[in-house]
C-alpha cells in the first residue's frame, strides 16, 4: 500500500467501522451541540459476540477504559430498546443509545420496541445481526428458511416498523447505511427507529475505508419557520372564534415551546388542553391549564372541547385517546389548526396545516394575534371548571372514610397511592409509566410541576416498558429521582432490567401497585357486558373458571431476589414513610422497589368520555347487550371531523384571491371568500 494510499484509508472490520463512526456522530439546536449516542446496549450470541461485541471491546480497551461509546449489558432486548428510547424522549429525541442483539431470537426481540420507538417518533438505532451474507454454510443456527426468497431473514419483519431500514451485505454498502440511519434519527418530522441488520460473517470482514468517514459530524436539528400566510390565515380563524382552544401534544416538548405556548395563552386567554405526551406542557396552576383531554381528559378541559369551535393542535398526532374517538368535539362545523412539524399530522381532521417547528409557529402566531384576546366570560368559564376538577382531584388523592372503611385492611386506593407519590416527590421527579389503569388516571390527576417531570408512553402503551424506560431517565438525568409507576401485570411482563440497574448502580423509584389482575382491561371488561373474565389472577376454581383464590405470587420477593431494595407498605402512613425512604436512598444504590396493594374496584374520577371499543352485536348474555345498547348510543356522537379550515392562506389583510381560471364543469367561476363559514348552530358536520 503507497503512502497516499495509508493517509487517506484505514482498515478496520465493518463493526469496528460501525462503532468508530458512531462515536463521531454529534447534534446541534439552537448552537448547543451534543454528542449523539450515549453508548450503546446489547446481549451477546454468536452472530455479534466477534463483530460488535469485539469492536467494542477493542474501543474500550484503546481509550483506557474511557470508551466514548460505553457498552451496557441488558438482560432483555426488547428492554434495552425501552430503555434507549426512555433516554431520547427525556432528552428532547436529541441523543439516543444504539442497540446491538444476536441472529433470531435475540434480534426479533427488539421488534416490539421498534414498534415502540418509531410510534412515538422517538430516535433508536437498532443494530440486529443476520445469518450470513456468503451462505456458505446455509442453513445456519436460528436461519428463517423461505423457499420463495433465500434473502429473507427474520429481520425483514423490522421493515415495517422502522422509519429506515438497510442490511449491510458488503462492507461497501456501510457508508450510505450509516448515514441514511442518521438522516431519520435527527429528522423531527420523520423520526423513529432506524435499523441496520449486520450479516454476522460481514461484521468480521475488514475493509479499507476512507478516514472521512470517521471524521466528526455534527447534524443540525432545524427549526422550520412557519409560513407567513399560513400564520396569518390561522389567526384569522382564531379571531373568528367565540370558543377557541389549545391542545397541546409532545411536540410542545420536543420543540421546547413550553414558553411560547405559555406566551401565546397568556397573551389570548385560550384554554389548553393536554395530551398523554403534552401533558406538563403548562405547569399545573397555570390559569389556562385545564388539564388532560379525551378518552382519559378532566371534566374542565372536556367540557371546553365539547364546545370548541376551533382546536388548535400543537405537536399532536390526534389519536383516538386524545378525541375520544372523535366524540370529544361536538361543536357542528368545528375547524381544526394544526401546527406540527411532520406533515401528515399537520392535515388530520382537515385542519390547516401549520407545517413547522412548534416554538417558531406559535410565536410567529402570537405576535399575529397582537391585541386579540377572548372575552372575559370565556375565561371565567375556564376558572370555575377547573376549580370543579381540581376539587374532584383533592378529593380523589384523600378519600374520605366512606371510602376507606370499606377497604380490606392494608389495601389502598390507587389514586391514594398516586396522591401520595405526586405530593410528596420533589418538583424535578418524573413519573413515568406506560399500560394498564394508572396511565389513565396518571393523566387526568397528576400535577405536573416541571416541563421534564411527566412521562407516560402511550403511543403504544406497551406493558413493559416502565422498569426500562425508568432506567433510560435517570441515565439522562442523574438528578432527578424517577418514579416509575407499575402494576402487577406490567412487572411481570419486564422485571428483569430491575438487575441492569442493580449492575449500573441506577437509582429509579419503582412502585409497584399489586391489584391481583389486570385492573385496567377489567374494568374495561365490566364496561363492555364481558364481566371481567379472564383478568384476574386466581387458581382455576371447581367449575372450570379461573375464579378461586388469589395466586400466591410474591412480587416483592421476586423483586428483592434481583437485588433491588424492596419496601413493603400496608397502609397510607406507611406510604409516605416507604417514599421518603425512597428519596433518601442513595444516589448510587441501584433500585428502589414500593410494593402495595390497591382495590381495582375503585375508581378514579370519569372523565364523562368515551373510548371506541366495539361490543358484540349479538349475544346470549344480558351484559353484553346491554353494553351493546350503549354503545350503539355513543356511536351517535362521533364526528367525522372532515369540516375543511382554511385551505387558502390569507395573502393579505385576512383575504385571497382565487385563480381565475378555476371553475366548475360548467365554466362557472368560484366566489372569493376569506375563510369557509362554519355550518349553522344545529346542523350536523359532514
Request: aromatic share 6%.
Amino acid at each position: 500500500m503507497s503512502t497516499e494510499q495509508e493517509a487517506t484509508t484505514v482498515r478496520l472490520t465493518v463493526a469496528q467501522a460501525t462503532t468508530r463512526f458512531l462515536a463521531a456522530q454529534w447534534t446541534e439546536r439552537d448552537g448547543v451541540r451534543r454528542r449523539f449516542f450515549a453508548g450503546v446496549f446489547g446481549i451477546f450470541g454468536h452472530g455479534n459476540v466477534a463483530g460488535l461485541g469485539q469492536a467494542l471491546l477493542q474501543m474500550e480497551r484503546e481509550s483506557g477504559g474511557h470508551s466514548p461509546l460505553p457498552y451496557v449489558l441488558a438482560r432483555n432486548e426488547q428492554a434495552m430498546v425501552h430503555t434507549s428510547v426512555g433516554y431520547a424522549r427525556h432528552e428532547d429525541r436529541l441523543r439516543s443509545w444504539a442497540c446491538t442483539a444476536s441472529i433470531g431470537p435475540g434480534s426479533t426481540n427488539m421488534l416490539t420496541g421498534a414498534a415502540l420507538a418509531t410510534i412515538n417518533r422517538v430516535p433508536v438505532l437498532l443494530l440486529p445481526s443476520d445469518t450470513f451474507a456468503t451462505r456458505v454454510s446455509a442453513p445456519v443456527l436460528q436461519e428463517l428458511e423461505q423457499p420463495y426468497a433465500a434473502d429473507v431473514s427474520v429481520n425483514d419483519a423490522f421493515r415495517p416498523l422502522s422509519r429506515f431500514f438497510d442490511r449491510v451485505s458488503r462492507p461497501e454498502q456501510l457508508p450510505a447505511a450509516l448515514l441514511g440511519a442518521m438522516r431519520v434519527l435527527t429528522d423531527p418530522a420523520d423520526t423513529g427507529a432506524a435499523t441496520i441488520s449486520l450479516p454476522q460473517d460481514v461484521q468480521a470482514e475488514a475493509y479499507d475505508w476512507p478516514v472521512e468517514l470517521f471524521a466528526p459530524r455534527t447534524w443540525h436539528i432545524a427549526r422550520p419557520p412557519a409560513e407567513a400566510a399560513l400564520v396569518a390565515a390561522a389567526a384569522d380563524l382564531v379571531r373568528g372564534a367565540r370558543r377557541p382552544m389549545v391542545v397541546a401534544g409532545g411536540g410542545v416538548h420536543y420543540s421546547g415551546a413550553e414558553e411560547a405556548l405559555a406566551a401565546f395563552t397568556e397573551a389570548t386567554g385560550i384554554p389548553v388542553g393536554e395530551t398523554q405526551a403534552g401533558k406538563g406542557s403548562l405547569p399545573h396552576g397555570h390559569p389556562r391549564l385545564m388539564g388532560a383531554v379525551g378518552s382519559t381528559g378532566t371534566t374542565a378541559a372536556n367540557a371546553l372541547a365539547a364546545g370548541a369551535d376551533l382546536v388548535i393542535g400543537v405537536g399532536t398526532r390526534w389519536s383516538d385517546f386524545t378525541t375520544a374517538s372523535r366524540t370529544a368535539f361536538q361543536q357542528p362545523g368545528v375547524r381544526f389548526v394544526n401546527i406540527n412539524v411532520a406533515g401528515p399530522d399537520a392535515v388530520k381532521h382537515a385542519g390547516l396545516a401549520v407545517t413547522a417547528d412548534a416554538r417558531e409557529a406559535l410565536t410567529a402566531l402570537t405576535e399575529a394575534l397582537a391585541g386579540h384576546r377572548v372575552p372575559d366570560s370565556y375565561e371565567q368559564e375556564q376558572a370555575a371548571l377547573w376549580a370543579a376538577w381540581d376539587a374532584e382531584v383533592e378529593a380523589a388523592y384523600h378519600p374520605d372514610p366512606a371510602v376507606t372503611d370499606r377497604l380490606a385492611e392494608g389495601v389502598l386506593t390507587q389514586s391514594t397511592v398516586l396522591g401520595r407519590v405526586n405530593e410528596l416527590s420533589d418538583p424535578r421527579d418524573v413519573v413515568l409509566c406506560a399500560a394498564g389503569s394508572m396511565p389513565g388516571d396518571l393523566h387526568k390527576l397528576w400535577r405536573v410541576r416541571d416541563r421534564k417531570g411527566y412521562h407516560v408512553e402511550y403511543g403504544y402503551s406497551c406493558m413493559g416498558y416502565e422498569i426500562p424506560g425508568a432506567i433510560g431517565v435517570r441515565l439522562a438525568d442523574s438528578t432527578r429521582d424517577v418514579f416509575a409507576m407499575v402494576g402487577d401485570g406490567g412487572y411481570l411482563m419486564m422485571p428483569t432490567e430491575l438487575a441492569t440497574a442493580v449492575q449500573e448502580r441506577v437509582k429509579i423509584i419503582v412502585v409497584l401497585v399489586q391489584n391481583n389482575g389486570f385492573h385496567s382491561i377489567g374494568s374495561l371488561s365490566e364496561s363492555l357486558g364481558s364481566q371481567r373474565f379472564g383478568t384476574q389472577y386466581r387458581y382455576r376454581g371447581a367449575g372450570g373458571g379461573l375464579d378461586g383464590a388469589h395466586l400466591p405470587t410474591d412480587l416483592a420477593a421476586n423483586a428483592r431476589s434481583l437485588g433491588a431494595h424492596v419496601i413493603e407498605v400496608h397502609s397510607e402512613a406507611g406510604l409516605e414513610a416507604a417514599i421518603a425512604a425512597a428519596k433518601a436512598w442513595p444516589a448510587d444504590g441501584g433500585p428502589v422497589v414500593i410494593h402495595v396493594e390497591t382495590d381495582p374496584l375503585v375508581p378514579a374520577p370519569d372523565s364523562a368520555s368515551w373510548w371506541d371499543v366495539p361490543v358484540s352485536e349479538v349475544s346470549t348474555l344480558d351484559s353484553t347487550q346491554q353494553a351493546h345498547r350503549a354503545y350503539v348510543r355513543h356511536k351517535e356522537d362521533q364526528r367525522t371531523l372532515l369540516a375543511p379550515g382554511d385551505a387558502t392562506p390569507a395573502a393579505d389583510a385576512g383575504s385571497h384571491r382565487d385563480d381565475p381560471h378555476e371553475g366548475d364543469a360548467a365554466g362557472n367561476r368560484p366566489a372569493a371568500t376569506s375563510r369557509p363559514h362554519p355550518a349553522p348552530p344545529g346542523r350536523s358536520q359532514p
